[in-house]
């Protein structure tokens, strides 16, 4: 049977919801120039708190979409890094990021004629 994500039950649903996820695009957008260290990650995207990056990470690791690697080091160094799948995304998130940094302006401007009118 084809995927269909306006199907309940398909997984391709899940698929959308965690690549469409805010925490996973923002994650996914900073890996896209390299391996980054938590803190790194944490460090870059304001306002994600460790509980949501955590469990962005495990998430996007069992999609197949980031890698976790644990070096041998005291203190242990863990690094992420996009796979190939990920990568694949690339493309996708950064033309969100376009198209959301061009048209803030006319989507704030929208957002008030709407609450003016209310």
Request: charged share 30%.
């Amino acid at each position: 049977m084809k995927p269909d994500p306006f199907h309940r039950d398909c997984g391709s649903r899940q698929v959308i919801d965690r690549i469409g996820d805010r925490w996973s695009v923002l994650v996914v957008l900073t890996l896209a120039d390299g391996d980054k260290r938590y803190g790194e990650l944490a460090g870059r995207i304001d306002g994600i708190s460790q509980k949501m990056l955590t469990q962005t990470l495990r998430g996007l690791e069992r999609d197949g979409i980031v890698t976790r690697t644990v070096h041998a080091t005291v203190p242990p160094r863990v690094d992420y890094a996009l796979t190939d799948l990920g990568r694949s995304l690339l493309d996708l998130v950064a033309g969100l990021e376009a198209w959301a940094t061009t048209h803030l302006v006319e989507v704030e401007a929208a957002r008030a004629r709407y609450d003016d009118a209310r």
